[in-house]
């Protein structure tokens, strides 16, 4: 890719920190912009604010909670109905819970709107990701994945023993193994999947928890690093030709980097992908 400018690139969660900030870059550097937002209006004046300061962009509007498949299956469906390529797609948007969050489909969030949601719709987009000219699927996960030793497959909704930072942790743990696998499942083809880390950012993630937790963030916060620092390596990603081929991969600071045995487990990958699929409701057996 030799130019983002005119190519069609969506992006979850743009309304605050890491994905706003990866928007506003890419709109400076022409991409048609497909935000995928929860709240309607916050994308209205998002989108508002795109134009006034970036002229001349184009920005599509897609609303969805994640955690809601249907929603998600109607966003996918509307690009779909636009017969266009997708050249990048950014799975950005995340939570971060103190509390365990079951949502009425009977997941518990975190698990629901880190990973099952863009499982879900990446998987619904791979026709028109196969079509552009050179597909990229961008993964923000997290170094967080750390804070758990593997997949709980035998209790993926946190029944037993949930924790802030393992349960968070987990969730993007199951998006770097989405990343690996989506990236073997891709092999042959012209579209490549990694994910990365964004390093820890001053941002509204777990903003919404408990006065507590709000305590703790203000105090981390002075030694947190700007949305903009923090999403370099998602635009780096979409746009560098530097990654055009590389596949499979995580990356920190716009440079490789080497994960633990946990997240390059390539068994639970492809058991967390068959998983996923039944719980979202695709699959062969559906
Ligand atoms: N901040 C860090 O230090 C850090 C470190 C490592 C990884 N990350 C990862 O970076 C990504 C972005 O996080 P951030 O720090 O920029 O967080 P943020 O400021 O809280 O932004 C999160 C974005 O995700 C959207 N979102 C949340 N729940 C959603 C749902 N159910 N459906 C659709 N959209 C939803 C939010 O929409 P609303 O505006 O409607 O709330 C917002 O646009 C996440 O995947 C996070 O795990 C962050």
């Not at 109905?81 to 799975?91: F, K, Q």
């Not at 981390?220 to 390596?233: I, M, N, Q, S």
Request: charged share 25%; with cysteine.
């Amino acid at each position: 890719m030799t130019s983002i400018r005119g190519k069609h690139v969506m992006i979850t969660g743009p309304t605050e920190g890491i994905g706003r900030a990866t928007a506003f870059a890419l709109a400076e550097r022409g991409a048609r912009l497909h935000l995928l937002c929860r709240n309607p209006t916050k994308a209205e004046a998002l989108r508002t604010e795109l134009l006034s300061k970036c002229g001349e962009v184009d920005v599509g509007l897609y609303l969805a909670d994640l955690g809601n498949f249907d929603e998600v299956r109607g966003a996918a469906g509307t690009f779909i109905e636009r017969n266009e390529p997708l050249d990048v797609l950014i799975n950005n948007a995340g939570v971060f819970t103190t509390r365990r969050i079951l949502l009425d489909n009977g997941q518990e969030q975190m698990f629901a709107v880190n990973h099952l949601g863009h499982f879900l719709l990446t998987t619904l987009l791979l026709d028109p990701l196969k079509r552009a000219e050179q597909g990229r699927v961008v993964v923000v996960a997290s170094d967080a994945y750390r804070f758990c030793r593997g997949i709980r497959f035998d209790d993926l909704q946190w029944n037993k023993g949930f924790s802030a930072f393992p349960t968070y942790g987990h969730s993007k743990l199951a998006n770097i193994l989405f990343a690996r696998e989506l990236a073997e499942r891709l092999q042959g083809t012209r579209v490549t999947a990694n994910a990365l880390h964004p390093g820890g950012v001053r941002s509204q993630l777990g903003a919404q928890n408990t006065w507590y937790a709000g305590r703790i963030l203000a105090l981390v916060k002075p030694f947190l690093r700007t949305a903009d620092k923090g999403a370099e390596t998602s635009v780096y990603l979409a746009t560098s030709d530097e990654v055009a081929t590389t596949n499979g991969e995580y990356f920190y600071d716009c440079k490789l980097k080497k994960t633990k045995p946990s997240a390059r487990d390539r068994e639970q990958a492809r058991r967390l992908w068959e998983v996923s699929e039944r719980l979202v409701g695709i699959g062969p057996e559906t």
